[in-house]
């Protein structure tokens, strides 16, 4: 019954009270007392309930859905449910700040690359097998502008770091 005089009391200022309260069933004395009636145990708790909620959520600044609203109510000692504090966000309006998506910020084509100012063939030695099945930074191919090319394997070494620095210093200062 409370439904039909929660319908009648929003749309009164459209449509004349009598007509509803015949179209509906229901007597205009039965939707008097009902708005004259005070809100039920139930209605009170719900609507200390939204206001827990709505503290929860501004606690957690906008960014927490219904589950750690939720957490957070209950931390505080408040028994509620779930499906309750889900029910009353939607029925608020709220909703949890959700992170801004993934976005590409650079863009492919042919002048995304710098130039490449040493002519440098950064190849792999061994052919046979694709870069994701070998350790890339064990072999290193370098053409220097002259049209010079060495090849050096890194493989076995104990300081691969150290070792690439000394060999890559050599090549430079042999070449150049």
Known sequence: MSSKYEF???????????????????SRSGFYEWRGRPASATA???????VQVAKALHAG???????????????????????????????LGLVACQPRSWRITTVAGPGAAPEDQLGGDFTACQGSLPVAARNASTCITIRTQSGRTSRHNLRGRRSRSTTVLARLGRCFTDRF
Do not use: T
């Not at 009648?8 to 229901?26: F, H, N």
């Not at 750690?68 to 009353?88: M, Q, S």
């Open 8 to 26: 009648i009391d929003g749309e009164k200022a459209d449509y004349p009270l009598q007509s509803m309260c015949r179209w509906l069933g229901v």
């Open 44 to 50: 009170r708790r719900r609507f200390w309930l939204a």
């Open 61 to 91: 600044r906008g960014a927490y859905g219904y589950r750690r609203v939720w957490a957070a109510l209950a931390r505080r000692g408040v028994e509620v449910g779930e499906d309750l504090v889900r029910h009353l966000m939607a029925g």
